[in-house]
T-cell receptor
Framework: GAVVSQHPSRVICKSGTSVKIECRSL??????MFWYRQFPKQSLMLMATSNEGSKATYEQGVEKDKFLINHASLTLSTLTVTSAHPEDSSFYIC?????????????FGSGTRLTVV | GNSVTQMEGPVTLSEEAFLTINCTYTATGYPSLFWYVQYPGEGLQLLLKATKADDKGSNKGFEATYRKETTSFHLEKGSVQVSDSAVYFCALSASGGSNYKLTFGKGTLLTVNP
């Protein structure tokens, strides 16, 4: 089945530094990638949606300059948390949507636990 | 807009008990409905789905039926196991619109005790 590889699974960074999270679709073309943030014991909050080769669409309240999303190819999307601060500590999950067929499937990465110290 | 309301947790059951997690939705058009499961420290895995009214999704002993008349997609399992302990999310994807974004419920934590 469809697999999305998300790396790193855990990262600890110092306040003020930037962190890049990668999501790769391993055996399908991801026309659309979704980036979510999940707080402890809470649901997923959609941060942005990106289509290959175009700018990401951010949800209301999400800072575009802080959370940079790049979807340069049909198999790779990256989320860069710039100038990270402790309040950015969270669990980030990507999801790729494959096009085609009667069911537009969503495949999730395994998530990245970001801790900013 | 679209929304998903699911049963507040946490839910604690003994092994082999019957499970129901309620989920209702509000959406325009004809959404596809999903249940996802999240094990601790992991991403989401698709548990089952239904794409049209009266469809029944099933997987690993779990079932849910797409009920358009009651706008519901309740998750059921006849006999839970300890390994079913996880957070369960009900979600919908609206037909039409841009990018088919998933709308999630808040999640229900299930704990199954031996």
């Amino acid at each position: 089945g469809a697999v999305v590889s998300q790396h790193p699974s855990r990262v600890i960074c110092k306040s003020g530094t930037s962190v890049k999270i990668e999501c790769r679709s391993l055996d399908f073309q991801a026309t659309t990638m979704f980036w979510y943030r999940q707080f402890p014991k809470q649901s997923l909050m959609l941060m942005a949606t990106s289509n290959e080769g175009s700018k990401a669409t951010y949800e209301q309240g999400v800072e575009k300059d802080k959370f940079l999303i790049n979807h340069a190819s049909l198999t790779l999307s990256t989320l860069t948390v710039t100038s990270a601060h402790p309040e950015d500590s969270s669990f980030y999950i990507c999801s790729a949507r494959a096009q085609g067929g009667s069911y537009y499937g969503y495949t999730f990465g395994s998530g990245t636990r970001l801790t900013v110290v | 807009g679209n929304s998903v309301t699911q049963m507040e947790g946490p839910v604690t059951l003994s092994e082999e008990a019957f499970l129901t997690i309620n989920c209702t939705y509000t959406a325009t058009g004809y959404p596809s409905l999903f249940w996802y499961v999240q094990y601790p420290g992991e991403g989401l895995q698709l548990l089952l789905k239904a794409t049209k009214a009266d469809d029944k999704g099933s997987n690993k002993g779990f079932e849910a039926t797409y009920r358009k008349e009651t706008t519901s997609f309740h998750l059921e399992k006849g006999s839970v196991q300890v390994s079913d302990s996880a957070v369960y999310f009900c979600a919908l994807s609206a037909s039409g619109g841009s990018n088919y974004k998933l709308t999630f419920g808040k999640g229900t934590l299930l704990t199954v005790n031996p």
